[in-house]
Every structure is written in C-alpha cells, then in structure tokens.
C-alpha cells in the first residue's frame, strides 16, 4: 500500500509547543478504499470517530467501498475554512494536490 500522508495546517497565532485543544479545530480529510479505486472527502471535528463511523457503514452512499483509510487530513480553526477546503479537494485541480501529497 502506498505511505500515507497526513498533514496538519498550523493553527495561526499558536505558540509552539503549547497545547491548544481548547479551541474546537475542524479538519478537511480524504478517505481511500482499500479495496476499490474510490476517494472520499469530506469535512468533521473529529477525524478518528468519523473513520470509525464510515467503516461501520453509518453513510450508506458509501458503504460499498468499505473499509476506508485516512490518507490526508488538514485542521482549520473554523468549520467554513473546512468546507471550503473540501470543496477544493472536489475540483480538479484539488484532485492534483491531493496526487501530488499522497505520491509515494
């Protein structure tokens, strides 16, 4: 199986080294078939649990691609920055980046 990439956009005006969960971060992810040629992406606050829910078959458009891994992610501080960048992994030129990130 290919590496996998997961990259974390920096939070703006963090310190390093200090945590800062206090603050609620969105994530944009993308999600891979292991067994089919088929991408899912999609947007939550929390990456593990939305995995899990997506392999126990809770979204039905995609339950005949189950199991899925996690091959990118990207946290936001706001839910709209989130979306956005969804919408963008979408698109074609999205599409390149993400082939361009994920290449081994």
Not at 70 to 94: H, P, Q, V
Request: aromatic share 12%; net charge positive.
């Amino acid at each position: 199986m290919d590496s996998i990439r997961v990259s974390e956009a920096p939070d703006p005006g963090s310190i390093p080294g200090e945590a800062t969960k206090s603050e609620c971060m969105f994530y944009a992810y993308v999600l891979k078939s292991i067994n089919h040629d088929f991408f899912y992406k999609g947007h939550c606050e929390n990456p593990e649990e939305r995995i899990l829910q997506h392999n126990a078959g809770m979204t039905r458009s995609i339950r005949p691609y189950i199991p899925f891994q996690l091959i990118y992610k990207e946290a936001f501080a706001t839910r709209e920055d989130a979306i956005a960048r969804e919408k963008y992994f979408k698109t074609s030129s999205g599409r390149r980046f993400l082939k361009r990130m994920t290449a081994s």
